[in-house]
Every structure is written in C-alpha cells, then in structure tokens.
C-alpha cells in the first residue's frame, strides 16, 4: 500500500503525456507546487515538428514546446515561443519549434536545449524529454499489419485488439535518466487526457517506463479523455480506457481515475457527433468494481475554443477540453483530503 507524503512538504507531481492533454494539466497543476516535471513524448512526427525532423534530423519539438509554455512564468515570451507563422517558406511553424529546433543543433543534445529554453521561458518546474532517442511509432494490429509513423496512426481507423493489438519503437528506445529519476522521486504521477495510441502509449513502451510506474512510491492518477478517437476508441468507456492504459503498462498500476460525468452543451456535442466523436460513457457499478478509486466530476471546460484557420499544420483542433480549474481541485482533493474524495463520485 502507498503512503501520503508528508502534507507538510512540497509535493512532487510528474505529469505524463504530450500536447494539447499535458498543456492543459500543467496550466491547472502548477499552481499546487513548485516542485512540477512534464515529462513528453517523443514520437510525434506530424505538422511543425514532422517537417523540421524529416529536414534537419532533430528531435521533435512542437510536444516539449506546449509544456515550456505552460509552465512559463513570462506571459509576453510565451507568446513569442507560440507564434505561429502564417505565409512564406515558413508558413505553418511555429517559433517555439524552430527556437528549440536552432537550440539542439547548437549545443549538439536536446536536452539540453530543453534546458536552455527552461530559462529563458522562465519555467516552473521541469521539462523533460521521455527519451533522448530518435524513435518512429509503430501500431501492429491483431492480423501482424503494421503502420509506420505517429501521424499515420494517428489519423487512420481501426479496430484495436485489446489482447493482440500493440504498439512499439524503432528503434527500442530507453527512458532519460532524469526522467527516470523524477518518476522515482515523485509523490503524485498524473497521466494526462490524450490519444491513447499516438500520446500515451509512445511514452508507456519506452524501455524502463512502465518498470518505473509499477515500483514507484508514487499514487498514479489517470485522467480520462472526454471523448472517443473514432475508428480507435469507439465504444470505450472510461473503464475501458484505464484497462487499456494499463495493458500498455502491463500492470495495474493507477490509483485513481478523473472522469468527467456531465455533458457537454447541445452546440458542442452536435459538432462532435458529425465527427463520430462521442462523449466516452461510464459505467458506475463497473468503476467501483476496479482496483483503482473512480473519480466522476464536471471537468468539460465552458471557454469556447475556435479551430485555428490559420494554422495548416495542424489538422485537428478540440473544442472540448477540460477545465483546468476542475483538474486542480480534483487532483488537490487526492493529494490533500483523500478522506472526502466520496463526494466526488
């Protein structure tokens, strides 16, 4: 059985995931404890980031670059790092990429550009690369048919087998020792709302990640997505979503799981449900069967987000997301009254 750290102390959080899910959380939880690592998946290889790795050999950036940005203390620089080109040869880039992309030809390792961009963003907290390898994702159906490439996978359709279906590296790639460390010494371990096969999975199949997470002190907390991926999670309701993150892991490794309870408003759903994309359901006599405590609240953020027109690089903007606010009360109601966390349900 895990045990609370000392509520006396700063907790150590280490937050898992890539995008647009980690930004999100970053934004609610840094405000806990100054004592925050993002750590980011590194086999995105679509829009900004895709074009800079295909033409200059570099680690992607565009993942590393939301998190500095979250946890950025320098409101007018951020700005600077997200600034997306909008015309010319560099029509779709964004200057954070490019920034990150000039810093590791520079000093020859990403991390340490990671590092250098930490200050100048001047970062709370830590941003770390899951692995320093140049990797390429790969999903292998149940019939041994693979796909090369996270944006590929990303964007195709299928029908997972939860037995048989995988996903891996190539090549094999090992965890950061940092990173590695930063998971051993944390408290709390938050994985962030993402794809579960393109933002998660890359992360969890990285040699010494999901070992880490089994042995680690740590109380493990998922949070779910609000909606299905169609053609890859349709049908899967939060339970569905936990067992799946955890076969990638290979073990029961969550302790909680936020999910949201309420619906979003008619205007929103309407245009996700011409999309396929259904709100992912939740089956409460199921979840209080689970190993893990199952958290339901109101998580469906009310700011209304517009698809970027200008912005050809990238295909797909949420509309749905969750609220940080919600995030951070949930997350500090684990951390701090685990005795009342009944209320929540």
Same mark, same amino acid.
């Given at each position: 059985?895990?045990?609370?750290?000392?509520?006396?102390?700063?907790?150590?959080?280490?937050?898992?995931?890539?995008?647009?899910?980690?930004?999100?959380?970053?934004?609610?939880?840094?405000?806990?404890?100054?004592?925050?690592?993002?750590?980011?998946?590194?086999?995105?290889?679509?829009?900004?980031t895709g074009v800079l790795r295909d033409e200059l050999g570099v680690l992607p950036p565009g993942d590393i670059r939301q998190c500095l940005v979250a946890l950025s203390r320098s409101e007018k620089i951020r700005d600077v790092f997200n600034y997306r080109f909008e015309s010319g040869t560099?029509?779709?880039?964004?200057?954070?990429?490019?920034?990150?992309?000039?810093?590791?030809?520079?000093?020859?390792?990403?991390?340490?550009?990671?590092?250098?961009?930490?200050?100048?963003?001047?970062?709370?907290?830590?941003?770390?690369?899951?692995?320093?390898?140049?990797?390429?994702?790969?999903?292998?159906?149940?019939?041994?048919?693979?796909?090369?490439?996270?944006?590929?996978?990303?964007?195709?359709?299928?029908?997972?087998?939860?037995?048989? /279906?995988?996903?891996? !590296?190539?090549?094999?790639? #090992?965890?950061?020792?940092?990173?590695?460390? $930063? &998971? =051993?010494? *944390?408290?709390?371990?938050?994985?962030?709302?993402?794809?579960?096969?393109?933002?998660?999975?890359?992360?969890?199949?990285?040699?010494?990640?999901?070992?880490?997470?089994?042995?680690?002190?740590?109380?493990?907390?998922?949070?779910?997505?609000?909606?299905?991926?169609?053609?890859?999670?349709?049908?899967?309701?939060?339970?569905?979503?936990?067992?799946?993150?955890?076969?990638?892991?290979?073990?029961?490794?969550?302790?909680?799981?936020?999910?949201?309870?309420?619906?979003?408003?008619?205007?929103?759903?309407?245009?996700?449900?011409?999309?396929?994309?259904?709100?992912?359901?939740?089956?409460?006599?199921?979840?209080?069967?689970?190993?893990?405590?199952?958290?339901?609240?109101?998580?469906?953020?009310?700011?209304?987000?517009?698809?970027? /027109?200008?912005?050809? !690089?990238?295909?797909?903007? #949420?509309?749905?997301?969750?609220?940080?606010? $919600? &995030? =951070?009360? *949930?997350?500090?109601?684990?951390?701090?009254?685990?005795?009342?966390?009944?209320?929540?349900?």
């Open positions: 059985m895990k045990h609370l750290p000392n509520p006396t102390h700063h907790k150590k959080i280490v937050v898992i995931g890539g995008g647009t899910g980690s930004f999100t959380v970053l934004q609610g939880l840094k405000s806990l404890t100054p004592d925050i690592t993002a750590l980011v998946t590194m086999a995105d290889d679509g829009g900004s560099l029509k779709g880039h964004s200057f954070g990429n490019l920034f990150l992309t000039a810093l590791e030809k520079l000093n020859g390792n990403f991390a340490e550009a990671v590092k250098t961009a930490s200050e100048i963003l001047n970062v709370q907290g830590r941003v770390m690369p899951i692995t320093l390898d140049n990797v390429r994702l790969v999903y292998e159906d149940a019939t041994g048919r693979q796909t090369r490439g996270e944006h590929k996978i990303d964007t195709m359709r299928f029908t997972p087998d939860s037995g048989q /279906a995988r996903i891996y !590296l190539e090549p094999s790639a #090992s965890i950061n020792p940092e990173a590695l460390q $930063a &998971i =051993k010494d *944390a408290n709390y371990i938050v994985i962030a709302p993402g794809d579960i096969y393109t933002s998660i999975g890359p992360l969890l199949v990285v040699d010494g990640v999901t070992e880490s997470l089994q042995s680690c002190k740590a109380k493990i907390i998922y949070i779910c997505n609000l909606v299905v991926k169609p053609g890859q999670t349709t049908g899967m309701d939060v339970s569905a979503h936990a067992a799946e993150i955890e076969r990638l892991a290979g073990a029961p490794i969550l302790d909680y799981v936020l999910y949201n309870n309420t619906k979003p408003v008619t205007t929103l759903l309407e245009k996700y449900v011409k999309k396929e994309e259904y709100p992912v359901d939740f089956n409460k006599k199921q979840l209080r069967r689970a190993t893990y405590h199952a958290i339901g609240w109101s998580f469906i953020s009310k700011e209304d987000v517009k698809s970027l /027109a200008h912005d050809p !690089l990238v295909h797909h903007r #949420s509309l749905i997301r969750h609220d940080t606010t $919600a &995030i =951070k009360r *949930a997350v500090k109601r684990i951390m701090y009254s685990p005795i009342m966390l009944t209320k929540l349900k």
